[in-house]
């Protein structure tokens, strides 16, 4: 793990269980990997701080989709978010 995700997973850790805060680090540190390196674990958790919801989960899908907004390269930031597509989503890899 990088230290990245470790320092993500143990502040998610406060605010959810220990798979989701997991998770949600692993999903920071890919967003990080192909969008963003120079994104910082103070940043995500003041942006996680600034989520206008409630609820660790939607607070952090809203994070991520401002980190999407953020970068004009990531055009979908879904497989990103807690529950990646969804089960309603279009199949992800068609047309690939």
Request: aromatic fraction near 10%; proline fraction near 2%.
């Amino acid at each position: 793990m990088s230290e990245l995700t470790n320092a993500l997973t143990a502040a998610f850790a406060d605010e959810t269980d220990d798979e989701i805060a997991q998770a949600a680090a692993e999903n920071i540190a890919d967003f990080s990997e192909e969008y963003d390196e120079d994104l910082t674990s103070d940043r995500i958790t003041d942006l996680l701080a600034a989520a206008p919801y409630d609820g660790f989960q939607r607070r952090f899908n809203w994070l991520v989709g401002e980190l999407a907004a953020e970068n004009e390269d990531c055009t979908d930031s879904r497989a990103f978010r807690i529950d990646g597509f969804g089960e309603l989503a279009a199949d992800p890899d068609i047309g690939t």
